[in-house]
């Protein structure tokens, strides 16, 4: 089972900053955060991935809670291609390779 | 860089006939995964390749599908025979290391009919 979860659907006005939650309170110390997406007839995307600082890159910010137990996926000007199903996914597995999805949260940016 | 190659990108086939899907991951990438994707779930983990060995297997449905990755590069996955609830979109995707994030194909979209 994944060990995340996040709200199964948000809406976010175009233009505005939408805020994705995403809660993993059983998280280990050794255990990354990572965002993916996923359009519509695609494979999923990666976003951006997290230990304990935030990170921000070209696409999101990724803001961790100091407990590590959740975090807040943040795309500053969402624009209408960025509808899609987000994913949470906090590595797990002996190997620290397998990726468990959990159902995501579907955004849908309105014009 | 090229991603991550699957085809086809779309097979449609009768219950109880045979399918295989070939991945080519992205160059140097030495580890390897392949994901099942039912309509309006995520992706589930068939099984996870290190090179050529297989790390782990335990969801894959052994009775009829089977996965290999010969040299350690491409791989294939097969289905045989197929059941209806086999329909979905099945995605491979490749990693460099240990903490490196994943990379996903497009994948192919399997209907039985």
């Known amino acids: 089972d994944a060990k995340t979860t996040q709200p199964p659907s948000m809406d976010c006005a175009e233009g505005r900053a939408a805020n994705l939650p995403c809660n993993h309170s059983?998280?280990?110390?050794?255990?990354?955060v990572y965002w993916y997406r996923q359009i519509h007839s695609q494979g999923p995307q990666y976003i951006i991935h997290g230990l304990k600082n935030n990170e921000t890159n070209e696409m999101a910010s990724l803001i961790i809670t100091e407990d590590r137990k959740s975090s807040t996926l943040i795309l500053p000007h969402a624009t209408l291609r960025d509808t899609a199903v987000y994913y949470c996914i906090v590595r797990v597995g002996n190997y620290g390779q397998n990726f468990v999805f959990g159902p995501g949260t579907r955004l849908s940016v309105l014009p | 860089e090229a991603g991550v190659a699957q085809s086809p990108r779309y097979k449609i086939i009768e219950k109880r006939q045979s399918v295989a899907f070939w991945c080519n991951p992205i160059s140097g990438h030495a580890t390897l995964y392949w994901y099942q994707q039912i309509l309006g779930q995520g992706p589930k983990l068939l099984i996870q390749?290190?090179?050529?060995?297989?790390?782990?297997d335990s969801q894959l449905p052994k009775d009829r599908f089977s996965a290999e990755r010969l040299k350690g590069v491409d791989s294939t996955l097969k289905i045989q025979p197929a059941k209806l609830e086999d329909s979905a979109v099945y995605l491979c995707?490749?990693?460099?290391?240990?903490?490196?994030?994943?990379?996903f194909g497009n994948g192919t979209r399997l209907t039985v009919t």
């Open positions: 995707a490749s990693s460099l290391g240990t903490v490196s994030p994943l990379h």
């Open positions: 059983t998280i280990s110390g050794n255990e990354y």
């Open positions: 390749f290190q090179n050529n060995g297989v790390v782990d």
